[in-house]
């Protein structure tokens, strides 16, 4: 696609629930990031992959956060058993490479946990 | 301890004259890389500039340039003839592992406003 493309836009759900956020990078690239933005922050990190593997996942705050790559391409950020302090702007970015300067980042999907 | 430094949450700039946002970073590191970065309300993270720290010569993209003081470890944006649709938050970020290119650690970010 042209853009980073991120969905949902917006996902309210209960405390408790399971939730999914997916990323379509820009074709070709083969580096893939997810960061958390809180309100009034700027992003953090939570991970990043080349190609398929997760290069590095020192970003992600516990082991109810876990992301996929499967193919490649697309990827989806899995949080299970949401609590409130979840809720923020969940941003990806995607790359030519990992080394390269430029990263192209989605709109986010904003996650709020009632 | 906090790796970027963004001290002005809020700045104001009439239409059409410059201003510095600024960004201050520590890092033990020689090889690293400085980055700007425009929020618009629509969320996107829109990339503006980048700074080697071997590179001599301060960046500059169209009306943007980075005034990258190494020994202060400063890297200010300059934003030159501002426009309304300026009007952002702005983020300072650093790369501290140069494989790992997108891996960047981001400062609070300053919301700048531009006046008509």
């Not at chain 2, 309300?41 to 009306?63: C, K, P, V, W």
Request: hydrophobic share 30%; with cysteine; proline share 3%.
């Amino acid at each position: 696609g042209a853009g980073v493309s991120q969905t949902p836009s917006n996902k309210v759900t209960e405390k408790g629930k399971y939730v999914e956020l997916r990323c379509d990078p820009i074709s070709g690239h083969t580096a893939l990031y997810w960061y958390r933005q809180s309100l009034g922050q700027g992003p953090e990190f939570l991970i990043y992959f080349q190609g398929t593997g997760a290069a590095d996942d020192s970003g992600l705050p516990n082991d109810r956060f876990f992301a996929v790559r499967p193919e490649g391409s697309v990827s989806t950020l899995k949080i299970q058993r949401t609590e409130r302090g979840d809720s923020a702007v969940y941003l990806c970015a995607s790359s030519l490479t990992s080394g390269a300067n430029v990263l192209t980042f989605g709109a986010g999907s904003r996650l709020t946990v009632l | 301890a906090q790796k970027i430094t963004q001290t002005q949450p809020g700045m104001f700039v009439q239409e059409k004259e410059a201003v510095t946002l600024d960004c201050t970073y520590d890092t033990s590191d020689q090889s690293y890389g400085l980055f700007w970065y425009k929020q618009p309300s629509s969320g996107e993270m829109i990339f503006l500039i980048y700074q080697g720290s071997y590179d001599e010569q301060n960046a500059t993209e169209g009306r943007y340039s980075l005034n990258f003081q190494k020994a202060r470890k400063s890297a200010n944006l300059v934003i030159s003839a501002s426009q309304l649709g300026d009007s952002a938050m702005y983020f300072c970020a650093m790369r501290e592992v140069y494989n790992q290119g997108g891996k960047l650690i981001f400062g609070q970010g300053t919301e700048l406003s531009v006046k008509p």
